[in-house]
């Protein structure tokens, strides 16, 4: 038997986490903070806080997803006083640059309270597949259980396709399922959470 557990207070929503009210300069903007340092990974959102229409831009942010592997991602820039969000999910953040000068208009970067876990691979080989799975939570969290069913060596496993469990979506209470056919891996996504929640997740799998 093989068993893995993961324990995580969720980072609750901070808009200006990464950078409180930042300038244009040197080609982007400069950050007060690289992680929401939960170990998971969240949506980053970008503020504009001017009613000047920056939608023409494109703001690159770069860091790493919640395996530890680099990526990028470019989005469109608020038009006026909005936000716009990465659909990648972000671990850490060690930039945010733009395609054009924004002058002195001035943004805040931070981060949702929607966010992932690592990648838990699994022995799809396993003759007899067996995965027991277990979610364990206090305060108010709303998860969903996710698997990969593509190779997860072949590529980083952020960038596969994953499908939501088909009985663990969406739960808000203390909630166990199972896997009887063969995935390639797991994950958590969390959907949203307060302030101080915790989440633990227990994965069994038999041998």
Not at 173 to 187: C, E, F, K, L
Not at 189 to 207: D, E, P, V, W, Y
């Amino acid at each position: 038997m093989r068993s893995i557990y993961y324990s995580y207070t969720p980072a609750d929503d901070d808009p200006n986490g990464f950078a409180d009210d930042v300038q244009y300069a040197g080609g982007g903007y400069a950050l007060t903070a690289t992680t929401p340092n939960d170990d998971l990974a969240h949506i980053v959102t970008i503020l504009g806080n001017a009613a000047t229409n920056h939608s023409g831009k494109t703001f690159t942010v770069t860091g790493t997803d919640a395996d530890g592997f680099s990526q990028s991602e470019g989005i469109a820039g608020p038009n006026g006083i909005a936000t716009v969000s990465t659909t990648k999910y972000f671990k850490t953040v060690t930039s945010v640059t733009v395609s054009a000068t924004t002058g002195g208009d001035s943004f805040d970067i931070g981060w949702s309270d929607v966010c992932v876990g690592p990648t838990v691979p699994l022995n799809r080989l396993e003759v007899d597949f067996q995965i027991s799975l277990g979610v364990d939570i206090s305060g108010t969290i709303n998860y969903t259980v996710q698997h990969c069913l593509r190779d997860i060596r072949a590529a980083n496993p952020s960038t596969l396709t994953w499908w939501p469990h088909s009985s663990l979506v969406s739960k808000t209470v203390d909630t166990d399922g199972n896997y009887a056919s063969p995935v390639s891996a797991t994950r958590l996504l969390i959907n949203s959470s307060t302030s101080g929640a915790t989440i633990n997740f227990q994965i069994l799998q038999g041998s």
